[in-house]
Each structure stands twice: as C-alpha cells, then as structure tokens.
C-alpha cells in the first residue's frame, strides 16, 4: 500500500530524519520537507533522503496527493523542469507530452525569464492539483519526494518494475511477455512458398527478434520484403515473400498480327515462347519467336505487320486518280478510281484494289477521248480538220471553207466538246457578193452580171473622160472572196512616178492635182558637200513622164593633190577619190623640209584647207667669193640648198688656203670651212730678184734685198700655218662646219 511519511520541525537540515514512515514492501511512498527551498536545493533534498522529487504518472496519483498531503499556503516542488525549451521529468528524462499536462488554468505563463521550475496546489481553493510554472531560485516551496520500492532484476532482463499507487507491476519490453517477461511472444511459423529461407532465432524458434532472410532461384524474383523480423505484436514486419517467375512485359498482337504463346511458369514470364504471325495482306517485320528471359526482357525486338505494298499507280493520260489508304499509300487494302478529265472517257474498271498478294485488281484502264458526229463539207464548201485525239473526239476542231464564188455563212469553225456535240451551228456556202460599184468621176461604168448584180462573176468596164486618164484597171471582176478582182478606178490627172530625194540630197514638190501628178513640179537639192548632178527641176507632163534626166547628188571633186616635188602624199576618200571628206597627208623626202599644211582635207565649197604644201630643199648659209679670188656654184634645188656644191680660185699672185670644194648638207651645213686667198711669195721674190738685177742697184740695195728675202720667208711661214687651221684634211666628206665667223679680216 502507499504510505506517507512527514517531517517535523525536529527534522533539522537534510542530515538527521526522525519521522516515522508507514510502508508496504513493494510500494513507493511520498515524503515531503517541513522547510522550504530552491527547487535545486528541494531536489537534492530528496535524493538525499528518498529517490528524487515527484514524478506524477497520471490523474488518479494527482487526486491522491491533494487528498492525503497538508495544505500548505506556498505550495510543493515537484520534479518538472524545463530544459532547453522543454518540460521535462528530471527523474526519467522524458519530455512532458500534452495528454500527461496538468497546468492551471492561463499556465504556464512564460515570462520568457526564470520560470522554469514547477509547483502543485495541494488544497487549494480553486484548480487543486494543478500546476504552475515558477522561477527555481524562489524559496517558498516544500519539497515533494518519493522513494522507489521495486528493487533491481525483479521485472527480468526484459521488462521493467512500475509502482503504482498500493502496488506495483511488471512492464515488459516489447515482444516480451510472463509475470516477469521471461517469455518471448511467438510469431507465425513461416513456410515460404518456391523461396528459399535462412532464419536466425535469438529467443526461440520464430520467436521476438527472429529474423529469415529468402532469396529465389535464377528466373524467378522475390515477391516482399528480402528479411521478416518478428515483431513485438506477435507478427512479422511483412507478409512472407514469395517466388514468382520473372515476367517480361504483356506482349500483344500488333496491328494486324496475332500472337500464340507458350508459358512454363505464368503468363509472359520466364521461360514464356510468343511466336507471331501476320493477318493476310500483310508481312512480319521483325524476328517471328520471341522468349521471356531471366533479365525479364524478350529476346529480339518486338515485330511488326507491314502492309504487303502494291505498284504505285499513276493516274492515265488525261485522267485523275483518287485513292484512299487503309495502311499506307498504295499497300494492301488501298483503293484507287480512276476518272477522265472532261472530254474523255474511261476504258476500263473504273476501281482497283490492292490484294493481299501485292496485285491489283482488274487491268490498267485509259481515258479515251469522247467522239463526235462526223462533219461533211457544205455543199460548195470544203473542210479542213486537226485531230489532238483521234478522228472526229474531244479537242478535234474542223475549218470551213467555200469554193471560189461562195462566202461561209455560219461560224468558220467548229470544235467537238466534251458532251459529245460540236461548238456552232451547220455552215453553209452562200454566193459571194461585192461591193456595189458606181462610176469614177469624170468617167463610165459598164457592167455585166452572172449570178445578180455585183456578184461573183459581175465584170464591169471603167472609162474615163478626155482630160484625165484611168487610174486603176480597164475593168473588174468580183472575186470568190467577195472583192473586186481590181480596185477601183478613178479617173485622174496622169501621174508622174514617184520621186525620190537622191542620195545625200533632198526633194521638194509642189502637187497641183496631188502627189506626183500632171504639172507637179519638183526641185532637186544637195546635201553640203555634194553637188547636184543633172537639173535642179523636174515637172511631170501630160503623158505621165518627167522633164529631164533624174538627177543625183555627186561628193563635191577638189582639185587632184599630187606629191609636191621631192617629197609623198597619202590620202583617204570617204566617198570617191579626192572629194568632200578625202583626207591628204604630205611628208617630204631626206634633205627637204615640209612647207605648208601637213594634212589638207576636201571642203564642202570644192577646195582644200590650207595651202599648196612643198618640199623646199633645206638651205645653208650664203657663201661668197674670198678675198682676191672667185666662187664658182652649182644649184641643183636652189642658190647654196641642199646638194648646192661650190668650187673657189684665187687671182694671180694668190694662192688657196683651205678646201677646194664645198657641198651642203641635209643638215643645212656646208661639208668645210671656206678658203681664203694668200698673196703669193714666190711671185713677190721674182719681181725683188728683177728688181735687184738692174744696173741701178747699189751697194745699199744689196742690204735692202736681204731684208725683203728674210720678210718673204716669215710671210711663207706664216701662210702654212693659217693653211692648216682652214683646212685640217682635205676630203670634201669630212664634217666641216662653215659659219660668218670664219671670215677673219686678218686673212
């Protein structure tokens, strides 16, 4: 039974205990402090002397202690504490769940500060047995402790020893049961069925905390869990596995196929055969046996049943082709019509169909083209027809046409449509009829008539009066083709033959009775540079001809250019040899130069640009005779021009300094320098030795004659010299060139 023991005033400190306790062996009992304290201070308060504070299990022990113990104003400790935010029985360490909550009503408070430990109200007025939360650190509270009786092993190894109020029990651990838990709960014996199975049994044969593994054989899988584990309630944590043949997946038919399947150990499961087959008009793509294996796949890849294909069909010439496909474009099943464009019609089925052999029905048919009536030529008529298709069918188009005399009355053409009927009504031939005809002015009409006036065969004769002159036929004739066979006079004024202007010229006519007619009169120009060949005027005369020649406008002729002497012309004519537009060029030969316009071009007005060119021969300078002696020139082009050649000579008593001979050159360069005429010495000596040969020479002659002998040879020296610097070689065809400054007075 439950006991509570008290302590007194005589019960000082923690140390000495005096109080009496009433208890039974195997309960607990409560005890409570006559002193107050801390909530820490209560709690070793009660491990000292008993077990711990109270831990409260349920209701009834609520009811018990606020029955038995004293009231006391401030209350009793009890053995709840918050911890890390949460209410917990200290003694168990075991939260506080919400069903096993006692709180006063608005408790706890939760200040959020120090209000961690726990009272109960014991007798008070109101709400006794609740709780409320208080800071630990209040000295106001008695201490509520309880001691344990259940002593150590009492409940077994598998179970665990509760007091309760008066008594206590034996809880078991789970999967554990007897007085004192000795026995282990027993599950079901397990036979797995097609599985093999390895159990191990710590607490008897399938007994708590047995556990069986099972695994299957190759071809087959596990139907559960792998491992049951007998649990506390007497069952196993799952169903007993099985074994199962793998299944591969549930093969079906494919379209148009079947399937028939062999199965060992289920449907599609391992060992399972399917063969397929293909419904006829159709082939098998694909492997046609198919066997489930361990993997829990099919071998191969599952087949298909492809539409046996037929020959693509094309629609015939001039027709269309409508098909419908079941399984495919022109494969079993498919259906084709044929049908013709308009104009024609079918020869043939008009529908195939694709077998299930990969033929179709019936034969290739055609369009052929709807035929027509037969046309025949109107009397007087002819006919004339294009086939496209076939004599008289659809498209043939026929061409009506009369004999000479008879014009078509009706459509020209006919053409043979698609209803079967031609385009038009009937053609017939009709006599042609022309134009009634009345006479020309000025003139007659007289006519005879076949098949009626003015009808094929009508001739009529025309006249005219004195004065003018018929201008078209004599007579006519109406034509099958319903005109004048002729056309229709009139008697005019004669006419001229048509003028035209001629070439590079121009034309101007005044018309009295109208173009080109009797005294018409027409004046003839050219063009610049052309002159007008024959007369400037023509008239046309009663007899229907022309005054004069017909004139023409002939390239204006400048005067023949010749090569000017000593020199080359070269020309271009645009229209005859040296007329308007002819183009000369001159060019003179070795030793000329051009004198005049190099290019000279035929003018409009008959005459040349420029002047006369010419080939002048270049000219040197001037020569004259030297001093005390003569020149002597020949000229072949002109007084000392190229080619000149000049020969000089000296008077007597002088003899010649320099060349003989000079000649110009193309260069306008004399070929030496000129020579000069020196006063002879030998002639002069002669004349001093006839002198000194008198009978007056005297004694001072002697003297002066040595004198003049040595004057004679200085002179002689002197001369030779200015002989080689005048002519330093003596060929005419060495270069020399002769200015004015060759002449020195001092020669």
């Known amino acids: 039974m439950w006991a509570l023991g008290s302590c007194g005033v005589c019960c000082l400190g923690i140390a000495v205990f005096t109080c009496g306790v009433v208890m039974q062996v195997g309960a607990w009992t409560y005890y409570y402090s006559e002193e107050d304290y801390e909530w820490d201070d209560a709690r070793t308060y009660c491990q000292t002397f008993f077990t711990d504070l109270v831990a409260i299990q349920n209701k009834e022990e609520i009811e018990y202690l606020n029955r038995t113990l004293p009231y006391h104003g401030k209350y009793y400790w009890i053995g709840i504490r918050k911890l890390r935010g949460i209410w917990t029985w200290v003694g168990t360490k075991k939260a506080l769940t919400k069903e096993a909550a006692n709180w006063a009503t608005g408790e706890p408070n939760n200040r959020k500060f120090n209000q961690d430990c726990v009272e109960i109200y014991i007798k008070r007025s109101s709400e006794a047995g609740k709780w409320n939360d208080e800071p630990c650190t209040k000295k106001k509270k008695k201490a509520l402790c309880y001691k344990v009786s259940c002593q150590p092993l009492i409940c077994g190894l598998h179970g665990d020893c509760v007091e309760v109020i008066q008594s206590y029990k034996c809880e078991c651990h789970p999967g554990f049961e007897g007085d004192k838990c000795e026995n282990a709960v027993q599950c079901p014996i397990l036979e797995p069925r097609a599985a093999y199975m390895n159990c191990s049994h710590p607490f008897g044969d399938f007994r708590y905390n047995s556990t069986c593994t099972f695994w299957c054989s190759e071809g ?5 869990a792998d491992e049951l584990q007998c649990l506390a309630d007497r069952q196993w944590s799952a169903e007993t596995p099985t074994c199962t043949a793998i299944t591969c997946p549930e093969l079906r038919a494919p379209e148009h196929a079947e399937l028939n399947c062999s199965h060992l150990h289920g449907n599609f499961a391992f060992g399972s055969i399917c063969d397929f087959s293909c419904q006829p008009g159709f082939e098998l793509m694909g492997s046609q046996s198919h066997e489930c294996m361990a993997t829990g796949n099919w071998t191969g890849d599952i087949p298909r049943c492809k539409a046996v294909t037929c020959p693509v069909l094309s629609a015939p010439d001039h027709g269309e082709l409508h098909c419908s496909h079941i399984h495919g474009n022109f ?11 308009p104009g024609f019609e079918l020869m043939g089925p008009v529908s195939h169909e694709c077998t299930a052999m990969g033929i179709w029905t ?3 048919p055609q369009c052929k083209a709807i035929s027509c009536s037969v046309l025949s ?8 027809c294009s086939h496209i298709h076939g004599n008289f069918t659809f498209g043939s188009t026929c061409a009506f046409s009369c004999q000479p005399g008879f014009v078509l009355m009706g459509p020209q053409s006919r053409e043979c449509m698609a209803k079967r009927t031609w385009t038009g009504d009937i053609p017939r031939c009709k006599a042609v009829t022309c134009p009634v005809l009345s006479a020309p002015k000025h003139g007659e009409l007289n006519c005879s008539h076949l098949h009626g006036n003015f009808t094929f065969g009508s001739i009529c004769d025309f006249s005219c009066q004195s004065g003018f ?3 078209g036929p004599e007579s006519c004739e109406c034509t099958a083709m319903g005109t004048w066979s002729k056309s229709t006079p009139q008697c005019k004024a004669i006419t001229c033959p048509v003028l035209g202007a001629p070439e590079h010229g121009e034309l101007n006519c005044s018309h009295i ?8 009169t027409c004046d003839f120009s050219c063009l610049p540079g052309f002159e007008l060949m024959g007369p400037v005027s023509h008239e046309c005369t009663a007899m229907g001809t022309w005054t004069g020649d017909t004139p023409q406008c002939k390239a204006i002729t400048c005067s023949l250019l010749t090569a000017p002497e000593h020199g080359e012309l070269n020309c271009s004519h645009v229209y005859e040899n040296f007329t308007f537009g002819s183009i000369c060029d001159f060019s003179c030969q070795t030793g000329f130069e051009l004198i005049g316009p190099q290019s000279r071009e035929c003018m409009a007005t008959g005459t040349w640009t420029g002047d006369t060119s010419q080939c002048q021969a270049i000219s040197c300078p001037v020569l004259d005779a030297p001093s005390h002696g003569y020149l002597n020139c020949s000229h072949p082009h002109g007084n000392f021009t190229f080619n000149s050649t000049c ?11 320099g060349a003989e001979m000079l000649r110009c050159s193309a260069t306008g360069n004399w070929t030496r320098h000129p020579p000069v005429c020196e006063e002879d010495s030998a002639a002069f000596l002669k004349q001093v030795l006839v002198y000194t040969s008198t009978s007056a020479l005297a004694a001072i002659g002697l003297v002066l004659s040595g004198t003049l002998i040595a004057l004679l040879a200085k002179q002689l020296s002197d001369r030779e010299e200015k002989k080689k610097l005048l002519n330093p070689t003596s060929d005419l065809g060495a270069p020399g060139i002769f200015t004015n400054a060759a002449y020195d007075s001092t020669l």
């Open 513 to 520: 009775h109208g173009n080109f007619t009797f005294g018409s």
């Open 469 to 471: 002159e018929l201008i």
């Open 220 to 224: 087959f899988e596990r139907r559960g």
């Open 647 to 657: 020969s000089f000579s000296c008077k007597e008593g002088f003899i010649q300094m």
């Open 331 to 341: 494969t079993f099943g498919s259906t084709c019509d044929f049908s013709c464009l």
């Open 362 to 364: 019936g034969d290739t």
């Open 377 to 384: 030529a109107p009397e007087y008529g002819e006919v004339n």
